[in-house]
């Protein structure tokens, strides 16, 4: 029931583009207020934009409250005064969304550059879980939230030129199960959303610019879009509260 979003506060990493983007203006529909957060400003401000038109023209009542603040997740002291940023009634989130991601090249072990290596672990895997660390006490202390980790069909299995990216997807799967776990007498939700092929900014910068060996992953399937995956996401946080949709698996049809 999209009533269950109204009023409430989401925050969401790496906002400014594909499925972050598409997520924020999603529950800014759904009558939410979003803080949206990446690196980018300009298009920080432009997604902001896009979730005020959206609250508007579904005419929710409640929400509408759009915040963009700058935040690399793998910058420790960002992270460390990245409360100060949030405006001191917003501060009580109900959702993460923990979605920033980073993958570059499809380069097989030998040809993989170790600044690479550092910077997928350190978006992919450190980003996720400082920013789940530093909700992580006001959530039990208020007996509420919903963590919600994208993680990856590279996190079920593992592909030729995918080692590290496919690592620290599999290392999301980790994290998030044992998450679960340590808050399974708690309230708080986790999720993890594992999607197969979604046709955003990502595939391009995944062939560092080249577009045409970008599109030819898409041969003979027609790829997902990021508001197929905000769709998930957003149903995901709908559910009554007793409910954890604890994986979500999503595949274009033609993908197996
Ligand atoms: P995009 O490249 O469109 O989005 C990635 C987002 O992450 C951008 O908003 C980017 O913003 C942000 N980001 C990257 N590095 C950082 C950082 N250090 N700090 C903060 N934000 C950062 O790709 P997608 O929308 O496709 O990817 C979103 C998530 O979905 C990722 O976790 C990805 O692994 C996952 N996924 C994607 C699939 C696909 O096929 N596209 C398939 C399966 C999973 P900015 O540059 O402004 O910081």
């Known amino acids: 029931n999209a009533s269950r979003l109204l009023g ?9 583009s594909g499925i972050g983007e598409a997520t924020a203006i999603l529950f800014a529909k759904g009558g939410a207020n979003v803080i949206l957060t ?14 005020a038109a959206a609250h508007k023209a579904a005419g929710a009542q409640q929400g509408g409250r759009f915040v963009p603040i ?3 997740v793998t910058d420790k002291n ?4 990245f409360l100060n940023k949030v405006p001191n009634e917003l501060r009580s989130i109900d959702i993460l969304v923990n979605n920033a991601g980073y993958v570059v090249g499809v380069d097989r072990v030998g040809d993989l550059s170790l600044e690479n290596v550092e910077n997928m672990f350190a978006t992919n895997v450190f980003g996720l879980f400082a920013l789940t660390q530093l909700f992580i006490k006001d959530f039990k202390a208020r007996k509420t939230g919903h963590i919600i980790n994208l993680g990856s069909i590279a996190g079920r299995e593992a592909y030729a030129g995918g080692s590290i990216y496919c690592a620290t ?4 799967n980790a994290f998030s199960g044992a998450l679960l776990r340590e808050l399974v007498d708690t309230p708080i939700r986790v999720t993890e959303i594992q999607p197969g092929m979604v046709e955003t900014e990502f595939s391009v910068v995944r062939f560092k610019g080249d577009k045409s ?6 041969d003979g399937l027609q790829p997902l879009v990021a508001e ?12 009554p509260p007793h409910v954890n949709l604890a994986e979500v698996f999503v595949l274009p049809v033609n993908q197996a």
């Open 70 to 72: 700058v935040l690399d």
């Open 78 to 81: 960002q992270i460390a005064s």
């Open 228 to 239: 197929d995956i905000a769709e998930e996401i957003v149903w995901a946080a709908s559910r």
């Open 8 to 16: 409430k506060t989401v925050l969401i990493t790496g906002a400014s």
């Open 169 to 172: 997807k599999h290392a999301v």
């Open 213 to 218: 060996a970008a599109d030819k992953v898409y």
């Open 38 to 51: 990446a690196r980018r400003w300009d298009a920080l401000q432009n997604v902001v934009k896009q979730c």
